[in-house]
């Protein structure tokens, strides 16, 4: 059974910080990996979408990557700003109906 | 349209009603999800619709709810006799292979 872990489950950091999120997986054999963001009081907004057989993609201030051996997906984010600060979910495609959801890293980054 | 759509945005209920929420999806989406967030939760999969397969109803938590899709368009979902652990924000997605959500709905039970 695919689980999705997402450490640390908050975080705190300075304007200007370069900060990386991880997403760890228990079954490597996945389909896909995205990347959301997510205010408070709002749905989901996607940020990067990492398709099985790519390494990475990039996307302005973000960078995502995926290692599937290993089981991580880490979430780059350069020069943070405060507009930056929100909830950041990763969701592991284990097939295009079965999708599991980490409990998300809540990021504030301080001005 | 352009995004995924769902109504209505907030809905307060008393225990023991029955709540009707709408999913919009985006134009031309087959592949259309429904999720539960609880408060600092995270989400939970309810059903998948996938073209005019049988959908995957394996999520859902209890026989009190159900969802159609009519017409690989429009969803909507079905909670019965409502009880106050039914609160949480109720998402839906479209997409295949890639998701995009809709803002939510807010489901407050009384």
């Known amino acids: 059974k695919q689980e999705v872990t997402q450490i640390p489950a908050a975080l705190s950091v300075p304007e200007g910080e370069n900060l990386v999120l991880n997403c760890s997986f228990t079954d490597s054999a996945i389909y896909n990996l995205q990347w959301f963001r997510q205010d408070p009081g709002k749905g989901l907004t996607s940020l990067l979408l990492?398709?099985?057989?790519?390494r990475e993609q990039t996307s302005g201030r973000l960078n995502a990557s995926l290692d599937k051996s290993s089981g991580r997906s880490t979430l780059y984010i350069a020069a943070s700003q405060p507009g930056d600060s929100a909830t950041y979910l990763c969701a592991v495609y284990s097939s295009a109906s079965k999708i599991i959801f980490g409990s998300g890293t809540r990021l504030s980054i301080r001005p | 349209g352009a995004g995924v759509s769902q109504s209505p945005s907030n809905k307060v209920t008393e225990k023991g009603k029955d709540v009707e929420l709408r999913c919009d999806p985006i134009?031309?989406?087959?592949?259309l999800y429904w999720y539960r967030q609880s408060l600092g939760q995270g989400l939970e999969f309810l059903i998948y619709f996938q073209g005019n397969s049988a959908p995957d109803k394996s999520g859902l938590p209890s026989d009190r709810f159900s969802a159609e899709r009519t017409g690989g368009s429009v969803s909507t979902l079905t909670i019965q006799r409502t009880q106050q652990e039914d609160s949480a924000v109720y998402l839906c997605?479209?997409?295949?292979?890639?998701?995009?959500f809709g803002p939510g709905t807010r489901l407050t039970v009384l």
């Open positions: 997605a479209s997409g295949y292979n890639e998701q995009f």
């Open positions: 134009s031309g989406h087959t592949a």
């Open positions: 990492i398709q099985s057989s790519q």
